[in-house]
Nanobody
Framework: QVQLVESGGGLVQAGGSLRLSCAAS????????VGWYRQAPGKERELVAI???????YYPDSVKGRFTISRDNVENTLYLQMNNLKPEDTAAYYC?????????????WGQGTQVTVSS
């Protein structure tokens, strides 16, 4: 089992910045890729950023150049630095961890943290 706890959300004006954190605990040794997703009301959950065990990163065009994902493997913490925030970035942000063990894969999710960007 892996537990994920996000923090750092809040209300910010357009153009501002926030840094989200996701603390992992439990069976963290099985974690390979980790990432951030978001879900706005009435919309499907979408990928925001992902980082592999080899530190390769991927961002969709909607956040590329504004968001940066990073991980601290010693502290078992994942970060998302969000700069130049836009009202369309308003959503609940979720941390995701992919756990691979004994040939099987399992996804774990945090409870989410709300980000609201005012215009």
């Amino acid at each position: 089992q892996v537990q994920l706890v996000e923090s750092g959300g809040g209300l910010v004006q357009a153009g501002g910045s926030l840094r989200l954190s996701c603390a992992a605990s439990g069976d963290t040794i099985c974690i390979s890729a980790v990432g951030w997703y978001r879900q706005a009301p009435g919309k499907e959950r979408e990928l925001v950023a992902i980082i592999s065990s080899g530190d390769s990163t991927y961002y969709p065009d909607s956040v590329k150049g504004r968001f940066t994902i990073s991980r601290d493997n010693v502290e078992n913490t994942l970060y998302l630095q969000m700069n130049n925030l836009k009202p369309e970035d308003t959503a609940a942000y979720y941390c995701n961890a992919v756990c691979k063990r004994y040939g099987s894969t399992r996804d774990y999710w945090g409870q989410g943290t709300q980000v609201t960007v005012s215009s």
